[in-house]
């Protein structure tokens, strides 16, 4: 497998992988609409075909994952993926690597406690306001769980 950061030569191929995943490119995330196809980001490759991505902003200091996609789950795709933010974090003198889920995405919340993240803050109701932005987030979720609140995970980088 090859890990490659996004760039000018891959970009069309990136934003198409995303389009197959994601309902739409936008998300939103604590109030602010994200364009997954405008973000820096971490492709894998396997055999020419992307089996995996993870997309993210820096800013004030703080890298924060906006999305994170493996199409072969159970081979630690997603554990590098992690990985390698977390290496570009520090090369970038972030002092956190940080994450937002939904309560619904009960393998998230599972996943990001694994791999080194602490829960650090529950956005109560947070999806409410999301709907005012993005009218086509559901109600229910995953596992037919209510769709309603952000989790935030955090992993310090800098003792």
């Not at 602010?32 to 993870?54: A, W, Y």
């Not at 080194?116 to 709907?131: I, K, P, V």
Request: net charge positive; with cysteine; proline share 3%.
């Amino acid at each position: 497998m090859e890990y490659v950061s996004i760039n000018e030569t891959n970009r069309e191929c990136v934003n198409e992988f995303i389009e197959s995943q994601w309902p739409t490119t936008e998300m939103v995330i604590r109030g602010k609409i994200v364009d997954m196809t405008r973000t820096e980001g971490i492709v894998v490759r396997e055999k020419g075909n992307i089996v995996g991505l993870l997309t993210y902003l820096i800013r004030d200091g703080i890298c924060e994952i906006i999305s994170l996609d493996s199409r072969q789950e159970g081979r630690g795709i997603g554990r590098t993926l992690i990985g390698k933010a977390k290496e570009t974090a520090v090369k970038r003198k972030c002092r956190r690597l940080m994450v937002i889920t939904t309560n619904d995405n009960i393998q998230a919340i599972r996943f990001y406690q694994r791999c080194g993240f602490d829960m650090s803050h529950l956005y109560h109701n947070a999806l409410n306001y999301s709907r005012k932005l993005k009218p086509e987030i559901p109600l229910i979720g995953a596992n037919g769980i209510p769709l309603m609140h952000e989790i935030e995970f955090v992993m310090d980088l800098q003792p």
